[in-house]
């Protein structure tokens, strides 16, 4: 069974910095490009990043570009998202999702609070 | 960079059929995307792949009453039989050289 779950939301300061991860199980996770894709409270989704399977490639968001970085580390079968100079804006619920050409599986998401 | 537009809400009674539209903007007409299903409170679940030929992928679990069709920049979702669980927000998704985008979503509401 393909199971997502991330980690490491929090409520953060403006201007602070979080860093997300996600344990990939059920699945050979370096056969396959990784996303993360947020959800504002009572928003539509929205994609913020992705990555290939090697780590090689990658693309963001205009929104989250220069702040915000993808990585795996396919040894541990994991996915990270470093959040750096949040904004109120980047308060959402953080799903990481399986897939880069269409998502086929989703994670339960981590919330990230920007809040003073 | 592709565009896709659905609208913002539809309704349909229980026990009858509804077709969901997403568009591709132009000049991405021929993209592949995917459709997925958010019920109240629930992660995304993905529901299919749909390819511009009108030929569709579906996710494991996903029932028969879901299928997939095309026409030119359109891509449809089809759910028959509505049954109250069916009540949920709709999204496309599609995909491009390191970026993907979704639909505004569409927030079905079954009478």
Redesign the interface.
Known sequence: EVQLVESGGGVVRPGGSLRLSCAASGFTFDDYGM?W?RQAPGK????VS?INWNGG???Y?DSVKGRFTISRDNAKNSLYLQMNSLRAEDTALY?CARG??????????TLVTVSS | QPVLTQSSSASASLGSSVKLTCTLSSGHSSYIIAWHQQQPGKAPRYLMKLEGSGSYNKGSGVPDRFSGSSSGADRYLTISNLQSEDEADYYCETWDSNTQVFGGGTKLTVL
Do not use: I
């Open positions: 996303s894709v539509g989704l929205e994609w992705g490639s990658t693309g968001a799903h880069t050409t269409g998502v086929d599986y989703w994670g339960q998401g």
